[in-house]
């Protein structure tokens, strides 16, 4: 009993000295700020995946030329940059209207937690406005696709690789879901954090670098599947 009564001393000795505690569902100035700042993060987040996906696309168009040089001519090389360019907007537009729902989104928690004083009143409208991404992101991808149609039955006149690139619109919305579930499950947790601020950074920071990747490896095995197809049309 003695050393019971001896260890539950210690555990409240700990928690006196051994920094701040866990902020709470509570909701002032101080978690105001850390929502502003978490505003900032996220303009640059959404800046950061969109140029990612550019990126990427960047490399197949560059990577598909050099494939299909000398299969096809100067000018249908030209038609074919300029189709794969416009082709990516459907995809991009998905993330940008994310982008847009989440800040607004942002800015609606605060308003609601500043009246209600609740941190899970601020913390819940972000992760609704991230989940009609998946669907929407995917759906987007199957427009992608479609509007690839030319190039791809050109590459394979079969159509395989058109009804292969649709038919990834399931991988792609259970990957983003994927995601977005584990911000949600990080962002529920807020209230067991001892520094708000950096918590929502690092939350918004893992679901973009990991978002990011994700579209990354899903552009650049489409772009193997063109480039391997240019490949094998004939000279």
Not at 20 to 29: M, Y
Not at 59 to 69: H, K, N, V
Not at 166 to 173: A, P, T
């Amino acid at each position: 009993m003695a050393f019971n009564r001896l260890k539950g001393l210690a555990r409240r000795v700990k928690r006196r000295v051994g920094g701040p505690g866990p902020v709470g569902d509570s909701f002032g100035p101080a978690q105001d700020a850390a929502f502003a700042r978490l505003d900032d993060n996220a303009e640059a987040s959404f800046q950061i995946i969109g140029a990612s996906v550019v990126s990427t696309w960047e490399i197949l168009l560059t990577d598909l030329a050099r494939a299909a040089s000398g299969a096809i001519t100067p000018a249908d090389s030209k038609k074919m940059v300029e189709r794969i360019s416009d082709a990516l907007v459907p995809t991009q537009e998905a993330l940008q209207q994310a982008g847009r729902a989440y800040r607004k989104a942002l800015k609606l928690g605060v308003q609601q937690a500043l009246r209600s004083g609740r941190l899970s009143d601020a913390t819940g409208p972000v992760c609704a406005a991230l989940g009609p991404l998946p669907s929407k992101l995917a759906q987007g991808w199957v427009k992608t696709a479609q509007y690839l149609e030319p190039v791809l039955s050109d590459l394979s006149p079969g159509g395989d690789l058109l009804a292969d690139f649709v038919g990834r619109e399931e991988e792609l919305r259970a990957a983003i879901a994927a995601h977005n579930a584990a911000y949600t499950q990080a962002m529920q947790a807020m209230a067991a954090e001892t520094d708000l601020s950096a918590a929502l950074g690092g939350a918004l920071d893992t679901w973009r670098d990991g978002l990011a990747r994700t579209l990354e490896l899903f552009l650049y095995d489409r772009r193997t599947a063109m480039v391997d197809a240019a490949k094998r049309l004939p000279r």
